[in-house]
């Protein structure tokens, strides 16, 4: 079983920067890969980015290519997503999750609780 905890969510301006944090417990967390996702209310639960288990290879949403890296500290058992030159339509709640690599959300078997980032103009 793994457990996961984000953090570094808060409120921006647009253009500025966040870094994500994804602290893992329980199994670690080098057995699986990472994916990140966030939600907006009302709005579906949508893929932002994943990393294989080795870290050896990433994907990104088009809409955050150039802008958003995803990377993880196995020794830490840890996971990050660093955010720059962030936009209003970035705005939403971000979900760290553990499974198969993929961009789909059913691929993912543990999630976190969530952390948000609101992003003002």
């Known amino acids: 079983q793994v457990q996961l905890v984000e953090s570094g969510g808060g409120v921006v301006q647009a253009g500025g920067s966040l870094r994500l944090s994804c602290a893992a417990s329980?199994?670690?967390?080098?057995?699986?890969?990472m994916g990140w996702f966030r939600q907006a209310p009302g709005r579906e639960r949508e893929f932002v980015a994943a990393?294989?288990?080795?870290?050896?290879?990433?994907s990104y949403a088009d809409s955050v290519k150039g802008r958003f890296t995803v990377s993880r500290d196995k020794a830490e058992n840890t996971g990050s997503l660093q955010m720059n030159s962030l936009k209003p339509e970035d705005t939403a709640a971000y979900y760290c999750a553990a499974g198969v690599y993929s961009t789909r959300v059913g691929s993912y078997n543990y999630w976190g609780q969530g952390t948000q980032v609101t992003v003002s103009s």
């Open positions: 329980g199994r670690t967390l080098s057995s699986y890969a």
């Open positions: 990393i294989t288990s080795r870290g050896g290879a990433a």
